[in-house]
């Protein structure tokens, strides 16, 4: 006689195997630590190919829709992206790349969002709230857009 706790786990194993094989990223509520690799000189700030940032350690950040202001979309096509970074005395390089089967470069109506990317940077203690801000929770954002298909 299969005992329930055995068929649990192996509910539980199938679960796990199907996440893994179809490369399901999972989003959770501890955050994600990028660390910035050091680099003696100039960062490749306009060369995303360079092999200086294979020297880091990259990042994959899941993502969620956007389903608290208009346009409210429910899913995402872009279920995580990757993000790599690099420091020297003065300056710091983020790389963010995501594959997207689409170009999407410009915007025309409130619904549509070209392929773009912004940063977070909190000016005060703690985590600021991650959609798009909050009264009181100040940032500096930087947002990029020099976005290409990987």
């Given at each position: 006689?299969?005992?329930?706790?055995?068929?649990?786990?192996?509910?539980?194993?199938?679960?796990?195997?199907?996440?893994?094989?179809s490369?399901?990223?999972?989003?959770?509520?501890?955050?994600?630590?990028?660390?910035?690799?050091w680099?003696?000189?100039?960062?490749?700030?306009?060369?995303?190919?360079?092999?200086?940032?294979?020297?880091?350690?990259?990042?994959?950040?899941?993502?969620?829709?956007?389903?608290?202001?208009k346009?409210?979309?429910?899913?995402?096509?872009?279920?995580?992206?990757?993000?790599?970074?690099?420091?020297?005395?003065?300056?710091?390089?983020?790389?963010?790349?995501?594959?997207?089967?689409?170009?999407?470069?410009?915007?025309?109506?409130?619904?549509?969002?070209?392929?773009?990317?912004?940063?977070?940077?909190?000016?005060?203690?703690?985590?600021?709230?991650?959609?798009?801000?909050?009264?009181?929770?100040?940032?500096?954002?930087?947002?990029?857009?020099?976005?290409?298909?990987?």
């Amino acid at each position: 006689m299969i005992k329930r706790k055995h068929i649990l786990f192996g509910i539980i194993f199938l679960c796990a195997i199907a996440i893994t094989f179809s490369k399901t990223p999972l989003a959770s509520s501890q955050g994600v630590s990028l660390v910035a690799g050091w680099v003696e000189g100039d960062l490749p700030v306009e060369d995303s190919d360079s092999s200086l940032w294979q020297q880091t350690t990259a990042v994959e950040i899941p993502l969620s829709a956007q389903n608290v202001a208009k346009p409210i979309l429910l899913d995402t096509k872009i279920k995580s992206v990757t993000a790599r970074a690099l420091q020297n005395a003065s300056q710091i390089a983020i790389l963010v790349e995501w594959a997207d089967s689409t170009q999407d470069d410009s915007s025309v109506a409130l619904q549509d969002f070209r392929d773009a990317v912004a940063l977070q940077f909190p000016l005060a203690e703690g985590q600021p709230f991650y959609c798009m801000g909050q009264q009181g929770g100040n940032v500096n954002w930087v947002h990029l857009c020099n976005c290409e298909n990987i």
